[in-house]
């Protein structure tokens, strides 16, 4: 460690206790299971090391809110939830789905720092994948309580819950958690004390940066419905008759391939939805709006 300064170090101490302490609190809360707490302080270390308050703020107004809105909607969501593959508690893999773009970009922004159109367009992907997280979040949390969701591409209605179902709650929903998301970004893009890469942000106009993550948020989340629609991977229960995402059903019986692709779980399809999320925010940024 000779080379570098405890100024460059500072962050990734700070970093490494800061998201131990969160990680740990929502462990001993039941919002994480130990995998889940293990992933999250590795996300939360390198992404405040990277991007300090700013990524900090960030990541905790995805963490905070779709946390707060996963428990008040657990006991209404108990029947639907029986056939998704997995709790409300979230493992390692979920949490990587849904973090692993945002962190991987806060960490170009640090790494490269010194090329601030790169830096900038890393800084708006990072946003972008985390408002596409929460969008998505808040639209299947307050989707699921619709009573008569549609199918996204076939417009029938299907069971509250199930993948590629859309419905106005979930919509206004997504629209809501990527305003919320980017709002917050802003916020703290002018209130809080930046690292050098970040700083470039601040010469890209405001509302470029909402409407660059605010669409790449919802872009993100709608992105999420459609691969749920086609490639995720749907099993049948034939006991039950019914459509579940798990690979032995509640009632005991192993379940049969329905539709998609073997490998396209949840977890994929929230790692997709959070990847196109920043290229739309990243392409907005190059094609319409860095003219
Ligand atoms: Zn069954």
């Given at each position: 460690?000779?080379?570098i300064?405890?100024?460059?170090?500072a962050?990734?101490?700070?970093?490494?206790?800061f998201?131990?302490?969160?990680a740990?609190?929502?462990?001993?809360?039941?919002?994480?299971?130990?995998?889940?707490?293990?992933?999250?302080?590795?996300?939360?270390?390198?992404?405040?090391?990277?991007g300090?308050?700013?990524?900090?703020?960030?990541?905790l107004?995805?963490?905070?809110s779709?946390?707060?809105?996963?428990?008040?909607?657990?006991?209404?969501?108990?029947?639907?939830?029986?056939?998704?593959?997995?709790s409300?508690?979230?493992?390692?893999?979920?949490?990587l789905?849904?973090?692993?773009?945002?962190?991987?970009?806060?960490?170009?922004?640090?790494?490269?720092?010194?090329?601030?159109?790169?830096?900038?367009?890393?800084?708006?992907?990072?946003?972008?994948?985390l408002?596409?997280?929460?969008?998505?979040?808040?639209?299947?949390?307050?989707?699921?309580?619709?009573?008569?969701?549609?199918?996204?591409?076939?417009g029938?209605?299907?069971?509250?819950?199930?993948?590629?179902?859309?419905s106005?709650w979930?919509?206004?929903?997504?629209?809501?958690?990527?305003?919320?998301?980017?709002?917050?970004?802003v916020?703290?893009?002018?209130?809080?004390?930046?690292e050098?890469?970040?700083?470039?942000?601040?010469?890209?106009?405001?509302r470029?940066?909402?409407l660059?993550?605010?669409?790449?948020?919802?872009?993100?989340?709608?992105?999420?419905?459609?691969?749920?629609?086609t490639?995720q991977?749907?099993y049948?229960?034939?006991?039950?008759g019914?459509?579940?995402?798990?690979?032995?059903?509640?009632?005991?019986t192993?379940?049969?391939?329905?539709?998609?692709?073997?490998w396209?779980?949840?977890?994929?399809?929230?790692?997709?939805?959070?990847?196109?999320?920043?290229?739309?925010?990243?392409?907005?940024?190059?094609?319409?709006?860095?003219k």
């Open positions: 460690m000779d080379g300064s405890p100024q460059l170090a962050p990734w101490f700070l970093g490494a206790g998201s131990a302490l969160v740990g609190v929502a462990y001993r809360a039941r919002t994480l299971t130990f995998s889940g707490a293990v992933a999250a302080w590795g996300v939360g270390w390198l992404t405040f090391g990277s300090t308050w700013l990524a900090a703020l960030t990541v107004a995805f963490f905070t779709s946390s707060v809105l996963s428990r008040w909607g657990s006991r209404r969501k108990v029947r639907a939830a029986r056939e998704y593959a997995k409300a508690r979230r493992d390692g893999a979920q949490v789905a849904n973090g692993s773009v945002a962190t991987l970009a806060a960490l170009l922004v640090w790494l490269c720092a010194s090329e601030v159109a790169f830096a900038q367009g890393a800084g708006l992907a990072f946003a972008a994948a408002a596409a997280a929460t969008a998505d979040t808040w639209a299947t949390e307050v989707g699921s309580a619709h009573p008569r969701p549609r199918h996204i591409l076939t029938r209605p299907v069971p509250p819950g199930t993948s590629g179902a859309v106005s979930g919509t206004l929903a997504a629209l809501g958690g990527s305003i919320w998301l980017a709002g917050l970004f916020v703290g893009l002018y209130a809080l004390p930046l050098p890469g970040w700083m470039g942000l601040r010469h890209v106009p405001v470029q940066i909402l660059s993550v605010g669409v790449g948020g919802v872009g993100g989340s709608l992105m999420d419905s459609l691969l749920g629609a490639l991977r749907v049948m229960c034939p006991t039950c019914v459509e579940t995402e798990r690979t032995r059903h509640h009632c005991g192993l379940t049969r391939p329905l539709r998609g692709v073997r396209v779980s949840n977890d994929v399809v929230n790692f997709l939805g959070t990847l196109s999320g920043s290229i739309i925010a990243v392409l907005l940024q190059m094609a319409v709006l860095g």
